[in-house]
């Protein structure tokens, strides 16, 4: 994109300022931090701790074993295809593209969710954010330590809904199914594609998945120790080595005293209420910014309807919806324009010093609270009565646009498309 000598403005001196280009050295230092993240990760001893389940279940197909006899690996039998150069590749070699794998991932999804709200790539929000976001959240540097596939799904959800923005609806459904074939944690997302009518986009979600899984199944001995032993493992929530790390209420609840029958119920009435909730944030068409908050509101409140029951819920996985939600800052009246948002991810981050007691083995007690606070949050935002007023962007020299495609606005465009 090519900058006037004139900025984009929005009313606000702060996103002003963010919006515009990032200095040399602003791109070099979030560069730095993002790479020193990754070597360090590499130095680690425990560096790949869950991506080795998947290459590990690669590596006992290409020996004519069945990946599903080790109870850990809780992908779909297309993940093992997906693994195999993995295990191909030597461990000295994996042990430094893995970290930079999932930091380029990372990357992908935050650089997606701008460019869904037209935010410019090299601008102070663009460059910077994703560095802040390396070195405060500590979720993302779990995420690139431990190598975990969630980072696939950070990255195609913003990708899917970008290319929904743009209607086509197909090539989003495609994006979530190969993600789905990596690993199936978008699957609520087929409620987007449900809510929005998209049927074409739903079969490519659901067709993709399901026939990368057959041809996985039919290159392996014994796929139905999926259903007979997977699943099931899965359904109990795994066993005690996850139970310290899974932040789903129904775990974190049991933990704290609460009886585990009340403890499903509560989140099963969390997750019910993020569902009704996003079908009425969808119903709701009054946006005047094209429909990008309706989009990522709606995805965020169904992935975190998903995560409130879904055993186990680690801390990453919020690394899912984490950067819509940031990106979505520059739109007037948007949730991370909120103190509670921020109050919300207070407890996830890097420089606070917490209590030792809420580190290591009772660190899902804090997941769980950013969690639940997000999910409150978006449900607030979308049954409460009111309306937004969502300002498009002009910029010194350029035509008038009926219909705003950037992040802020002038004064004169704001009275015209306020309701």
């Not at 990032?22 to 701790?49: D, E």
């Not at 005690?240 to 775990?251: E, H, K």
């Amino acid at each position: 994109m090519k900058w006037d000598t004139h900025v984009r403005t929005s009313g606000n001196r702060l996103v002003d300022w963010l919006l515009r280009p990032a200095s040399r050295p602003w791109q070099l230092a979030s560069l730095a931090v993002v790479l020193g993240i990754c070597v360090s990760t590499s130095l680690r001893a425990n560096w790949g701790s869950d991506n080795a389940f998947v290459v590990k279940a690669a590596e006992t197909l290409l020996a004519g074993g069945s990946p599903y006899e080790d109870k850990r690996f809780l992908y779909l039998p297309s993940a093992v295809l997906m693994a195999v150069p993995e295990a191909l590749l030597p461990q000295t070699v994996l042990r430094w593209v893995l970290p930079v794998g999932m930091s380029g991932l990372l990357g992908i999804g935050w650089l997606a969710a701008l460019r869904l709200f037209s935010v410019p790539l090299r601008s102070r929000f663009a460059v910077v954010g994703f560095a802040v976001l390396a070195l405060a959240y500590k979720p993302y540097v779990n995420l690139v330590l431990i190598g975990n596939w969630t980072a696939i799904s950070a990255a195609a959800l913003p990708v899917a809904l970008l290319l929904a923005r743009r209607r086509a609806w197909g090539a989003a459904g495609l994006v979530v199914g190969l993600a789905i074939a990596c690993k199936p944690m978008l699957v609520p997302i087929g409620v987007l594609f449900l809510v929005a009518r998209q049927w074409r986009g739903l079969a490519a979600a659901v067709l993709v998945p399901l026939g990368a899984s057959l041809a996985g199944a039919l290159l392996m001995p014994q796929p139905s120790l999926f259903f007979t032993k997977t699943l099931p493992f899965l359904f109990q929530g795994q066993d005690s080595y996850a139970l310290p790390w899974d932040a789903s209420p129904i775990a974190v609840l049991p933990r704290l005293g609460v009886p585990e029958p009340v403890a499903v119920l509560v989140a099963f009435a969390g997750a019910g209420a993020a569902l009704w909730a996003a079908w009425t944030r969808w119903r709701r068409t009054d946006d005047a910014d094209g429909g990008e908050l309706r989009l990522v509101e709606t995805a965020c409140m169904v992935m975190l309807a998903a995560f409130l029951v879904s055993r186990p819920s680690f801390d990453h996985y919020l690394l899912v919806v984490l950067p819509l939600l940031l990106a979505s800052a520059v739109r007037e009246g948007s949730m991370p324009r909120s103190p509670w948002f921020w109050l919300a991810l207070t407890p996830q981050m890097a420089l606070i010093p917490w209590p030792s007691e809420l580190a290591h083995k009772r660190r899902a007690f804090k997941d769980c609270a950013t969690l639940c606070g997000l999910a409150i949050l978006l449900v607030w935002r979308a049954l409460r009565s009111g309306r937004v007023t969502l300002d498009p962007v002009t910029t010194a020299g350029s035509p008038p646009r009926t219909e705003p495609e950037c992040a802020a606005t002038s004064a004169e465009s704001a009275s015209r498309t306020a309701f």
